[in-house]
């Protein structure tokens, strides 16, 4: 499958962006999805993953209720609703997805085998 993330911009903090991750080959609701994002300098990490059909969701602690990650599989995508936008959310966002996560595995890059390009989000202060 081949994923294109897009979407980012610069958005004053406090403000919301919404990235979308569009899929292409093969049939992208069989597939999780995670996103993940990379400040420079720092290592990529974890942001939201979303399941097969959506069921179960995950986040990391640092965007709990600003961040929310949904699928529309008619449309082959994935979207990151990202609201109350702070300076340290500034990163660039990747989209990653894989047939098969293992419980557990939706919070590492390793759980995912094709990833897309990313998007940079920039959040002014």
């Known amino acids: 499958v081949q994923l294109q993330a897009f979407g980012g911009g610069l958005v004053q903090a406090g403000g919301s962006l919404r990235l979308s991750c569009t899929a292409s080959?093969?049939?992208?609701?069989?597939?999780?999805v995670g996103w993940f994002r990379q400040a420079l300098g720092k290592e990529r990490e974890f942001v939201a993953a979303i399941s097969v059909s959506g069921g179960r969701t995950y986040y990391a602690d640092s965007v709990k209720g600003r961040i929310t990650i949904s699928r529309d599989d008619a449309k082959n995508t994935v979207y990151l609703q990202m609201n109350s936008l702070k300076p340290e959310d500034a990163a660039d966002y990747y989209c990653?997805?894989?047939?098969?996560?293992?419980?557990?595995?939706?919070?590492?890059?390793?759980?995912?085998?094709?990833w897309g390009q990313g998007t940079e989000v920039t959040v002014s202060s």
């Open positions: 990653a997805a894989n047939r098969f996560v293992p419980n557990g595995g939706y919070y590492y890059a390793t759980g995912y085998g094709f």
């Open positions: 080959g093969r049939t992208f609701s069989s597939y999780a």
